[in-house]
């Protein structure tokens, strides 16, 4: 066993000891068998330089704040080009060899390494920029904190959370419809979060698949000598050293070497394999092999050419670099017959379609339900109750529609809505038509309205998912916002709820009375007026000095003078004040 391997394993004993001795109050390890295996992962650390994220010799304290600062990236983060094809993989290959990887399905993020140490963390975002999330970074699962490369260091990788972990969450929340989806969402959540407390609590895991750039430090210390050519950026190699800067490490115009250098600075590296065109086709059905019991979400593969120089020679296009290709499955279908159509109403009035169909197996799930998005799909397609349909999970996670084989064209669009029998209509916005429903007190509007005040980027009050929220609104404890502030009125009642207890009700209080001090922008992104986001609300806020009198009472002209805000937004904010009900219910928080 390799060092850094031994580290993960002391790290994760140690650990299973001391939650067990302090959290469950039990042990399971003796003290001089804790002590010594410390000493161990001590010593191995300040032999090697590393110290892993979650090692019990150092403490990371947890961190809170009120957002996520936006950054834009270095350099921009593409897309890759798909292929569902093998031949098209050799062909791609040619006479170059390549890596052959798992494309790993959570959230990517760009680290930065200074000194030997976590500098910074961004999300993606949108390839141009992304959130920094450098807190809860520091309490992923197996990412090191320490380096021995004293440079910087920039790469990238995919934030996860397993299998197991996302059925250990769920498992916990005791409302069916409070559960994740799915482990992608989770994760994205997860890492997302303004208190990395919570992040620390969901097992998010780090694998790293590319190294971005390896700037060696002009002290000239890491483990690589400074000294050698840096071939391996992502931009044209340079071969002398910058003024007062000495060089990266060579990685021998190799992509195998870079995986290789991430490993001996403590890296999970995603898993891979060498090939050329004739190995290629083999090492993909290895993978698809493995794919049904393999611990980590995967949406394919991707194939980058081992050769740095030639790759990077290629360019890019608008959308994808041309060093790389992701291999998509071949989307496994099944057909089935629908059996209803369900219509959910939600917080704008609009009101989704959702298919039920004869439950059918896909990619080892049972599957039994699937978004038609709107009225102009449902058309579309001409379904009808009874119609024989093929069903699919677009990238092996969401349930689609990919033909009806019928196409009876039976199925009738409701003039009610399903929620409180209100009129319902068809609108359309461009060439895409919805249904909404017309009653401005629907009781669907006001559990999604709820949902959106308690969200994370409006007052971020844990415990009160939508499922909670529809009891509460059910047992008649919330009319307005205001009334969340005043739950203790029903405690006794809330705490005999099941699913809740004494325990729920405290965290949820505390959260709640957290809520208090939030900022007006949150409050304005919250009260869900059509078109206005956490980046306008502050926008408007900054603009009348939070004085929420005057922005009650600003006109559509002033409003749109604000950079960033123009007509359509302004009116539809003027709009919202125009109703006593609406301005009663603000001041009343």
Known sequence: MDKTARMKELTAKLTEAARAYYAEDREIMSNFEYDRLYDELEALEKETGVVLAGSPTVTVGYEAVDELPKERHERPMLSLGKTKSRQELKDWLGGQKGL????????????????GRLFKAVTRGNGEIGEVITPNARVFVNIPLVIPFKGELVLRGEAVITYEDFEKINEKIEDADARYKNPRNLCSGSVRQLSSEITAQRNVRFYAFALVSAQEAASGQGDVSAQEAAFGQEETPV?????????????????????????????????????????????????????????????????????I????????????????????WEDETAETSLTEMEWSASRTGLINPVAIFEPVQLEGTTVSRASVHNVSIVKSLELGIGDRITVYKANMIIPQIADN??????????????????????????????????????????????????????????????????????????????????????????????????????????????ARQTTLPRVIYGLGIQNIGLANAKMICREYGDDLERMMNADVEELSLIDGVGGVIAGTFCDYWQSEKNREDVKLL
């Open 405 to 514: 084989l019928t196409r009876s064209g039976t199925l009738p669009i409701p003039d009610t809505c399903p929620v409180c029998g209100g009129r319902a209509e068809i609108r359309q916005v461009n060439d895409v038509q919805s249904l909404y429903c017309t009653n401005p007190d629907c009781d669907a509007k006001k559990v999604k309205a709820f949902t959106l005040f308690v969200s994370r980027d409006a007052l971020n009050i844990d415990g009160l998912s939508e499922a909670t929220l529809e009891k509460f609104l059910g047992r008649g404890f919330l009319h307005r916002f205001a009334d969340l502030f005043h739950l203790d009125r029903y405690r006794e009642e809330i705490v005999s709820m099941e699913g809740f207890g004494e325990k729920s009700w405290q965290n949820l209080s505390e959260s709640i009375e957290r």
């Open 309 to 328: 120089a030639y790759g990077l020679s290629l360019g890019s296009t608008a959308k994808f670099p041309r060093d790389s290709i992701a291999f998509k």
């Open 100 to 115: 052959l990887s798992w494309k790993l399905d959570g959230l990517t993020v760009v680290l930065t390494y200074r000194d």
């Open 239 to 307: 071969r002398e050293p910058l003024p007062g800067v000495q060089m990266a490490p060579d990685f021998e115009n190799s992509r195998k070497k870079q995986f290789e250098f991430l490993a001996r600075q403590g890296f999970d590296v995603v898993e891979y394999r060498e090939v050329d065109a004739q190995s290629v086709e083999s090492a993909v059905d290895a993978f698809e092999e493995r794919i049904q019991d393999f611990s980590i979400p995967s949406d394919g593969l991707v194939l980058i050419y081992d050769d």
